[in-house]
Antibody, heavy 121, light 110 residues
Framework: QVQLVESGGGVVQPGRSLRLSCATFGFTFSSYSMHWVRQAPGKGLEWVALISYGENNTYYADSVKGRFTISRDNSKNTLYLQMNSLTADDTAVYYC??????????????WGQGTTVTVSS | QSALTQPASVSGSPGQSITISCAGTSSDVGGYNYVSWYQQHPGKAPKLIIYDVSNWPSGVSNRFSGSKSGNTASLTISGLQVEDEAEYFCSSYTSSRTWVFGGGTKLTVL
């Protein structure tokens, strides 16, 4: 059974950093691209970042480019999101999601349950 | 990376059909056949219901169907059921090799 489990969320002060993790189970992690998607309270979905299966290619939304870094450890079947210089606008539930195939044009198909990040002083 | 445009809300009665539109540009919806649709119930993670404009993931009802014309994609739900009441989001691949979502459409089944 394919499963994604996010962790690392919490309350953080503006300007600080946080790293999210997404442990995956039930599929060959190294064969799939992976996404991060977020949802601010009461708002819609916002795509954040993608990493291709081979770790070499990463893509970001303009709103997080230069502040967030997506990475993966295929030996641990785990996806990460390093978030720096956080602002209140980054407050959201963060979902990790599997891409339906290897490359950047593969949509999220299986989603985790999300981890909540609150940026507040 | 402007969000795709969806109506804020639609409604229908059980058994009826409804259609939700998703308007983009030639740099996203119109340029690629990589449009997906997601269903999200309150407090739950999104669920993929259509990918690549009109394909169903395994286990998804064929009451859901997708199409595209020019820069606008559409999701049609036929034979509405009470459990279809949820929020629906479209998504598209873009020329920047990124993804963009629509603002979401709340479906009410009256």
């Amino acid at each position: 059974q394919v499963q994604l489990v996010e962790s690392g969320g919490g309350v953080v002060q503006p300007g600080r950093s946080l790293r999210l993790s997404c442990a995956t189970f039930g599929f060959t992690f190294s064969s799939y691209s992976m996404h991060w998607v977020r949802q601010a309270p009461g708002k819609g979905l916002e795509w954040v970042a993608l990493i291709s299966y081979g770790e070499n290619n990463t893509y970001y939304a303009d709103s997080v480019k230069g502040r967030f870094t997506i990475s993966r450890d295929n030996s641990k079947n785990t996806l990460y999101l390093q978030m720096n210089s956080l602002t209140a606008d980054d407050t959201a539930v963060y979902y990790c999601a599997r891409g339906s195939c290897r490359s950047s044009n593969c949509p999220p198909d299986v989603w985790g349950q999300g981890t909540t990040v609150t940026v507040s002083s | 990376q402007s969000a795709l445009t969806q109506p804020a809300s639609v409604s229908g009665s059980p058994g009826q059909s409804i259609t939700i539109s998703c308007a983009g540009t030639s740099s996203d919806v119109g340029g690629y056949n990589y449009v997906s649709w997601y269903q999200q119930h309150p407090g739950k993670a999104p669920k993929l219901i259509i990918y690549d404009v009109s394909n169903w993931p395994s286990g998804v009802s064929n009451r859901f169907s997708g199409s595209k014309s020019g820069n606008t994609a559409s999701l049609t739900i036929s034979g509405l059921q009470v459990e279809d009441e949820a929020e629906y989001f479209c998504s598209s691949y873009t020329s920047s090799r990124t993804w963009v979502f629509g603002g979401g459409t709340k479906l009410t089944v009256l």
